[in-house]
Each structure stands twice: as C-alpha cells, then as structure tokens.
C-alpha cells in the first residue's frame, strides 16, 4: 500500500518534514506486541522497537507508539530492523484506564476516523455498556457507529435498534448478521482509501467475523460464544492494522468485557446530550443532579420526559470519572512529597560537605 491509502496526508508530511532529519522514515504502527512493533512504510514492513530516549521520555504507557500511529523511524541497513524514533501527533484516540493501575492510561487505537461500537443481540446485550463505549467514542474525536450483531438471535431487533437510537439519536445505527450477510455492506461503506475504521466491542460480539466479511477471507480467528451466559472467549490476542483489499484500514482489537473510562469531562456530556441540555435549566449552575433543589433534570425524570436509567447511568459514570480524577490527584501529591524529599535530602547533604 501507498501511504495515502493508509491514511497519510499533508498535515502527517508537515509534522514528519517539522522533525528535520533526513535519516527518518514515516511509518504506521500495525502492531504492538511486548514492546515490539511491525510498522509498515511505503517500501514494506518492518520490525521496530522504540529508541531507547522515547521510551525514557515516556511519561506512561500513552506516551509510546500504538496501533494506528504514524511513527518516525530510522532503518539498520545490516539487518532491516527498525528503530522508532519520534511519533507524529495524534488526530484521534480510543483509550481506557490501564488494567491494574488507576492513573495509566492506555492508548488501544489512534488515528481513527470511525469507531464500530458492536455489541452482540445473543443473550448478551447491554445498553448500558453501549452507552460506555460512546463515552469513550465521544472523548476519542473519531466519528461512532453502532452495530448490533448476530441479529438472527434476537425476535425483536427494531426494538433493540430503537432503545440505542434513544440513547445516542445522532449515530447511525446497523444490524447485522455474518451468517445471512444482513447490513454488512452498509459496514463497508464506511472504508474508502486513506480512512481508519477500528471496531470495538467485548469478546464474542462477532468482530473478527465482521472483519472476514469486510476483507472476503478468512483472515482473523473466530471462536463461539459459551451457550449458557452468551460470553465470548478472547480470540483476536492483540490490536492490529489490516489493509482492506477495496480500500481503507481496519483496526481490529482483542474484546474488552469492562470498559474503564479515562478522561470523559466533555465526552460524558456529549454522549448523554438531552441531560446536557436539561442542565441548562437547573436552578444552580453547579448542579450535580442528585438531591439539590431545582434540579431539571430530575424533574424530567419525575415527568417522564428522561428515563430514569438514563440519568441513573449517567451519574455511575459520572462517579467513575471522579473517583478516577481523585485518585490521579491524590496520587500525583504523593509524588510531589517524593521528590520534595529527594530535593531536600540533596540539599542538606550539599550543605553538609560545604
């Protein structure tokens, strides 16, 4: 592929040419696998590992090369391995809370134009967890899109379609069904030459059979879901980049059973835009929609003009989004004693041996 079909444009070639060195070569991140990359340039692909004065820039994890990234690398010319030397800034971002570590964030695609958000109408269809993913979407800067998948297995799909329509009224909503074909070539309207489309989704929603279909072959692994609770087993292991053949990247990642958020201030409003809107009429600017008088977003509750769940979800996200922000700060303060610490212990022994 050239690098305009994989997304490459003037604005990327004026932050490559901005780093000045002749020596680079602009690249995209394909994949990322225990700190190795497979990066693909205009002459192939290469393995690459990050140099070591960006992995010692790194502030966390977000701050090394992704899937989806356009990177800056040299070439060994003894042994074609690559060396990532700078990553070009970032139009758009998924990212989650790190497992493990509630102040790391970790970046699971850049660069998207469209996020799939699939979800599976097999048992295991939450709302709910829709309404996280957009969060996410919404905070990403790429355009979401719903699918709801294996509709064979659901008798009332319309309805389903309608309480995600309910929830997020201005993003296209698809159902699906790999076995028959249905709404599959609506997907493949959304890839053309040069845009980035990542699907998302927990395990056993149907995304790497979704991408089969999208690629004509039998690329990605599929499993079945367990017949009793309808959950998936991880089949894709890792994120990865895949060249359509009629045009356009997928990015495949592997499925995601809770989705924590990261930062969600604006993205949280703009996926619940009707409570946005509601606010504006609150008796006190700082209203937090729970107990305080003149509350009109509780009052369309009350009314019947705002489901309850919505509002109620609304607030558990809410509570994530701050609890998550304390804990950073709180975190961040201890640091800061650290290195006061570590200051003033050089200062007196400075002092002492003058």
Not at 110 to 139: C, H, M, Q, T
Request: include cysteine; hydrophobic fraction near 40%.
């Amino acid at each position: 592929m050239t690098l305009g079909e994989m997304g490459w444009d003037d604005g990327f070639a004026a932050a490559f040419d901005a780093l000045g060195d002749g020596g680079l070569v602009p690249a995209r991140v394909g994949i990322e696998h225990n700190h190795f990359y497979r990066v693909l340039t205009s002459g192939g692909e290469l393995v690459a590992q990050a140099a070591g004065r960006l992995r010692h820039r790194a502030a966390g994890q977000d701050d090394l090369p992704a899937v989806g990234d356009w990177v800056a690398v040299t070439v060994n010319r003894h042994d074609g391995a690559g060396t990532i030397r700078a990553i070009l800034p970032r139009r758009s971002s998924f990212a989650r809370k790190a497992a493990g570590d509630p102040t790391a964030k970790q970046v699971v695609a850049a660069n998207i134009d469209v996020v799939l958000v699939v979800a599976g109408l097999d048992g295991d269809f939450s709302p709910r967890r829709i309404e996280r993913y957009l969060v996410a979407a919404a905070d990403s800067g790429a355009r979401p899109v719903v699918v709801l998948n294996k509709a064979d297995l659901e008798e009332n799909v319309a309805s389903c379609m309608a309480t995600v329509r309910a929830a997020a009224p201005d993003v296209p909503v698809h159902a699906t069904c790999c076995k028959s074909g249905q709404g599959l070539d609506d997907l493949a309207a959304y890839l053309a030459p040069g845009r980035t489309v990542a699907l998302l989704g927990s395990s056993g929603v149907g995304k790497s059979t979704i991408i089969n279909h999208l690629l004509g072959e039998s690329r990605q692994k599929t499993q079945a879901v367990r017949a009793a609770d309808s959950r998936g087993r991880h089949t894709t292991i890792h994120r990865e980049l895949i060249a359509a053949p009629g045009g356009g990247i997928i990015i495949d990642t592997p499925g995601m059973r809770e989705l924590q958020l990261w930062d969600s201030d604006r993205a949280l409003e703009d996926a619940f835009a009707e409570i946005d809107v509601l606010a504006a009429d609150c008796r006190f600017r700082d209203c937090l929609h729970r107990q305080e008088p003149g509350c009109a977003v509780r009052a369309a509750v009350d009314a019947g003009r705002l489901p309850a769940i919505r509002l109620t979800h609304y607030l558990r996200l809410d509570d994530e989004r701050a609890h998550l922000v304390r804990r950073r700060d709180e975190l961040a303060r201890l640091e800061e004693k650290k290195r006061t610490r570590v200051m003033h212990r050089a200062l007196r022994k400075i002092s002492t041996s003058s």
